[in-house]
């Protein structure tokens, strides 16, 4: 069974996008067989497609976990730009 999913994440600026991307494209790298993560920037979105030929309980987790890590990318990069100004 193959699972999809496309999400897409829109920032006020391409700079936020771009940090936020850059955190979590380790994640593009690494998976394993039967599961395919890719994300990119258009100008101030991210787009993040996830393919899963593996178990649902595969697919939810990967996007749990995705999820998760944009959302601590977005605080950090929320706190840096406070503590700058």
Known sequence: MLLEAK???SYQTER???AVNKAVSPDNAKTP???DVRTSRH???L???VRCEKSI???IATLDDLIACISVAEEAFRAANTSDS
């Open 47 to 49: 787009l993040t497609s």
């Open 33 to 35: 067989l039967g599961l």
């Open 16 to 18: 936020e996008a771009e």
């Open 43 to 45: 100008k101030r979105n």
């Open 7 to 9: 999400l897409l994440f």
């Open 57 to 59: 309980e595969t697919f």
